[in-house]
């Protein structure tokens, strides 16, 4: 063994500039990458599905600049947006999952659990049916003045002399109850018209997604992932318990705040522009832990965790399409979710309280 | 390399770390008001009392994590508070009552997050962390066990990690609450051992403890607390004595010499029977049974 260097028990890099220096974890790197390969890779194969079948060949041609006319306008006007939210939007969900994970230290602490996407529907729908719009952007300020509130709302109710996770889970999942039965309430009062349009909009799905909404969108997300990097550091040091990130020099305060608000960020814009898509941010961070085998939630890993996944569902819905009929991303992430959840409860379960076998 | 801010001078006559009239507390409730206290340089500092006295809180307010609401923490002659995070996380570590490893984390990975306060957004990782972490892993002898998942560690390696993390933070000032209280008694005085070998190097330690032997033994400064106030400070030989143990702690114990190291050390004294002298076996020529207890009362009075 080198006297000099550290025997991490994985393998890493370490980087070393003039400007600069880290250290990698390469099954981590590799994980990731294969990972966000992968949703490129499943993206770009749903682009040659729909009514009008494309293949491979016709889809590389026109994304090159080759086809011409109305291949052109499905592939590129119609269908790529499509593609694309279904790896930036996966990646956010893994992202914002990996954040509240890691905020409350518990796998079941995702933002879908706890109430946030709940709170930015019903902002939602408060925004269709009392203000009447339907424009992108008062939706997505609806969406993340929405979360924001749930979030703080929980935030705020689970708090005695800190935050504790598995206290704000709960108190997340009673929220999240409560804004359910208010969401039920304000379409049973609403005109049919728009209460399709919402019930459209909660199946969540990402078929409908154009290109002026994803154009801020994108934007958005690009401020997300900036910030999240920026925390993250921060964010593993606060994995430690309060007061060790304090004396390692964290202001837990500011960053525990810049964290929800970035976490509840990727969630809305996913809402805002898709509808509510669960169990990604869920799964995941999970999911991408066992592959990276990384101490704690790996950003990078769940993000490409989740463009993989979501990718991978909205091509499942495509195919299904071709079948039977079209059935919303949202509604097969919820399915393959579910079971997830169970899994991941029996195993929470045995775990504590050597309960189930 | 260390961070020169680490090893500036302080104020000269002053103590580097220095507590004037402090009210500290959690949101209402106030536990210690208007306390002064001074941790002398160099020293070895227990701070001993009854549960619930306050030591922790002290600790903590030393440490930043818990901000006086009156009167000011002082580290080398400035509020603590006035300093960037990061600065006072080069000169002061603290070691938690309760720490949390993330789920699948390996050793050095823990202890090498003792080096946050030297990183920053481009450098995540010098040669001068590296060599921290090594000489941590090493002090702590950890180095064959880096490689290893915490949460397969026994309860006294996993104690080692977390002073190996807070050994890399290479802070001169390290503050420990309660390290010794889930370990059992050969572990509590390796890592006796180990704090004082950091004392030799010319670190300051501040221990809270529980064990009034063990804090008599190791430390060459102890603070008495009680009630959230602090009754007395000194050296152990000066400050130990049978009356204040029953004063603070309401225990009739005999002090006496420990026969190891000559420093004070505690022997409760046995409440139904009031004997305050040891039973010596040599005490009985005839080699007959030594006299339970009971009786030895009688004989003393």
């Keep these: 063994m080198n006297k000099e260097s550290v025997a991490f028990g994985y393998r890493t890099r370490t980087l070393r500039f003039r400007w600069g220096s880290g250290r990698v974890g390469v099954r981590l790197l590799t994980v990731s990458a294969v990972l966000f390969l992968t949703a490129v890779v499943l993206a770009t194969v749903s682009l040659t599905y729909g009514d009008y079948p494309l293949t491979l060949q016709q889809v590389f041609a026109t994304l090159t600049g080759g086809e011409q006319g109305f291949e052109r306008t499905i592939v590129v006007k119609w269908r790529l947006p499509i593609a694309i939210a279904a790896v930036v939007f996966g990646a956010l969900l893994g992202i914002g999952g990996a954040i509240f994970q890691s905020l409350t230290r518990n796998p079941l602490g995702s933002p879908d659990v706890i109430g946030f996407d709940s709170g930015s529907f019903t902002a939602v729908v408060l925004a269709i049916i009392v203000v009447g719009t339907n424009s992108y952007w008062w939706l997505a300020f609806a969406a993340i003045a929405g979360g924001l509130v749930t979030a703080f709302a929980v935030y705020v109710l689970s708090y005695r002399r800190g935050i504790q996770g598995f206290r704000m889970i709960i108190i997340g999942i009673a929220v999240s109850a409560m804004l359910v039965s208010v969401n039920h309430y304000l379409i049973s009062r609403a005109e049919i018209k728009d209460a399709m349009t919402v019930g459209l909009w909660k199946a969540g799905t990402i078929s409908r997604v154009t290109w002026p909404p994803m154009i801020p969108a994108l934007a958005v997300a690009a401020l997300i992932v900036v910030a999240a990097a920026l925390l993250a550091p921060a964010m593993r040091r606060l994995e430690l318990g309060d007061d060790a990130a304090v004396t390692l020099g964290t202001r837990s305060g500011p960053v525990r705040l810049g964290l929800i608000v970035a976490g509840v960020s990727t969630v809305a814009v996913v809402t805002a522009a898709a509808g509510p898509i669960s169990f990604i941010a869920l799964a995941a961070p999970q999911l991408a832990r066992r592959l990276t085998r990384s101490a704690g939630e790996s950003l990078l890993a769940s993000a490409g965790m989740g463009a993989a996944l979501l990718a991978g569902a909205h091509l499942l819905s495509l195919y299904i399409a071709q079948l039977y009929r079209p059935v919303p991303v949202g509604l097969i992430t919820v399915c393959l979710g579910g079971g997830y959840m169970i899994w991941l409860l029996l195993r929470e379960a045995r775990q504590r309280y050597g309960l189930v076998r | ?301």
Aim: proline share 8%.
């Design chain 2, 1 to 301: 390399m260390k961070d020169p801010s680490g090893t500036a001078d302080p104020a000269p006559g002053r103590p580097r770390v220095v507590v004037e009239d402090a009210t500290i507390g959690y949101d209402r409730r106030t536990i210690s008001e208007r306390l002064s206290v001074a941790i002398p340089d160099g020293s070895f500092t227990a701070i001993i009392g009854p549960n619930g006295c306050g030591k922790s809180t002290l600790l903590r307010a030393l440490a930043r994590v818990l901000t006086p609401s009156t009167g000011t923490v002082l580290l080398d002659g400035k509020e603590i508070g006035a300093y960037k995070p990061k600065e006072v996380a080069r000169r002061m570590g603290l070691l938690p009552q309760t720490s949390l490893a993330p789920d699948g984390i390996r050793v050095a990975d823990l202890v090498a997050r003792g080096r946050a306060p030297y990183q920053n957004l481009i450098h995540q990782w010098r040669p001068s962390d590296e060599a921290a972490v090594v000489a941590a892993l090493a002090a702590t002898r950890l180095t064959e066990l880096s490689g290893r998942l915490v949460d397969e560690l026994s309860g006294g390696q996993r104690q080692r990690v977390w002073v190996a993390m807070l050994l890399a933070q290479d802070t001169p000032i390290m503050l420990l609450d309660e390290p010794t209280t889930f370990l059992d008694i050969a572990h509590q005085y390796e890592l006796m051992e180990l704090l004082r070998t950091f004392h030799d190097e010319g670190k300051t330690v501040v221990c809270v403890l529980h064990d009034l032997n063990q804090a008599a033994r190791y430390a060459d400064h102890l603070i008495v607390m009680r009630d959230g106030r602090i009754i007395t400070a000194g050296a152990p030989h000066d400050v130990i004595t049978a009356e204040l143990v029953e004063d603070v702690f309401g225990l009739r114990a005999l002090v006496t010499p420990d026969p190891v190291t000559g420093t004070p050390s505690v022997i409760p004294l046995d409440p139904r029977t009031a004997a305050v002298r040891p039973v010596e076996p040599d005490d009985d020529p005839h080699g007959e049974p030594a006299l339970p207890r009971r009786h030895e009362k009688e004989n003393i009075r």
